[in-house]
Nanobody, 126 residues
Framework: EVQLQASGGGLVQAGGSLRLSCAAS????????IGWFRQAPGKEREGISF????????YYTDSVKGRFIISRDNSKSTVYLQMNDLKPEDTAVYYC???????????????????WGKGTLVTVSS
């Protein structure tokens, strides 16, 4: 059974940093891409970062590019999202997700992925 668990959220002041973790189980980790998504209150879910399978590279949406860094530790089946220079507009519930299909990053970022973990709340105060 595919399982994902996001953690690491919390309350931080603007300009601060947080590192989110996404622990995965139930599948061969390196064979799957992992995406980070967020949903702010009253807004649609947004795909913000993506780590492709088998060393295929990383992607960031423009709003987080240069501030967030995605990395993965295949030995721990964990993906991290280092979030720096946080802004109040980064306040959201953050989710990690994965997918067994082969639709590709643009599809996933726009439409979401097949398996989701429970979210972790990030609150950035001004």
């Amino acid at each position: 059974e595919v399982q994902l668990q996001a953690s690491g959220g919390g309350l931080v002041q603007a300009g601060g940093s947080l590192r989110l973790s996404c622990a995965a189980s139930g599948f061969t980790f390196d064979d799957y891409a992992i995406g980070w998504f967020r949903q702010a209150p009253g807004k649609e879910r947004e795909g913000i970062s993506f780590s492709d399978k088998r060393g295929g590279g990383a992607y960031y949406t423009d709003s987080v590019k240069g501030r967030f860094i995605i990395s993965r530790d295949n030995s721990k089946s964990t993906v991290y999202l280092q979030m720096n220079d946080l802004k109040p507009e980064d306040t959201a519930v953050y989710y990690c997700a994965t997918d067994a299909r082969s639709y590709g990053r643009p599809w996933y970022m726009a439409r979401g992925m097949e398996y989701w973990g429970k979210g972790t709340l990030v609150t950035v105060s001004s």
